[in-house]
């Protein structure tokens, strides 16, 4: 049987696929507009997809989560899960910064803003990709069982405010 979340993320998917698609037929296809803008946001619902698809698997394990092996599991989805997520947030920064320049090119000062904006947003997404995999090393630390082991909180809060936050 399905779970409430696990429907909210078919509902979520299927509506954003709807919707990247009529965008997309409309600029492109009908209006004949190929803009970056529009890349941008197809390649964060294709990021969206493949973590929805992971955290469906999560929604799978969860009720055998006593099993080690599950656990590890669960981990590794949650690691990798989040370089989809990074990525599909990335791609949404960058598409909008996309809009914003298009919007600012009568006002020059501005649109130097946008333009400096835009590209520190596209040199810190690989920043935040290696500070990411290399802030709990060696990595099976991330997922290591309840054991002295694992990460300090403070990364698990490093991860979220400053990488998330930041940008």
């Known amino acids: 049987m399905m779970e409430v979340g696990q429907i909210l993320l ?3 998917a299927i509506t954003s696929c709807l919707a990247c698609a009529t ?16 890349f941008a946001l197809i390649f964060a619902t294709v990021m969206q997809l493949v973590l929805i698809a992971m955290q469906l698997r999560i929604f799978e394990l969860l009720p055998t989560m ?21 990525a599909s ?30 590209y520190f947003l596209i040199g810190i997404w690989p920043l935040i990709y290696v500070t990411y995999f290399f802030a709990c090393w060696p990595l099976e630390r991330r997922w290591a069982l309840p054991s002295g082991r694992q990460c300090p909180p403070i990364v698990h809060a490093w991860d979220f405010v400053c990488l998330s936050l930041i940008s």
């Open 10 to 12: 078919i509902i979520c």
């Open 89 to 118: 947030l990335w791609a949404v920064k960058i598409s909008i910064n996309f809009l914003h320049i298009q919007l600012t090119r009568r006002f020059q000062r501005i649109h130097f803003l946008a333009v400096c904006n835009l």
């Open 23 to 38: 965008r997309f037929y409309l600029r492109v296809i009908v209006k004949k507009r190929f803009e970056l803008l529009e």
């Open 66 to 86: 006593q099993n080690p092996s599950n656990f590890i599991e669960v981990q590794k989805l949650f690691f990798s899960g989040t370089f989809f997520y990074f």
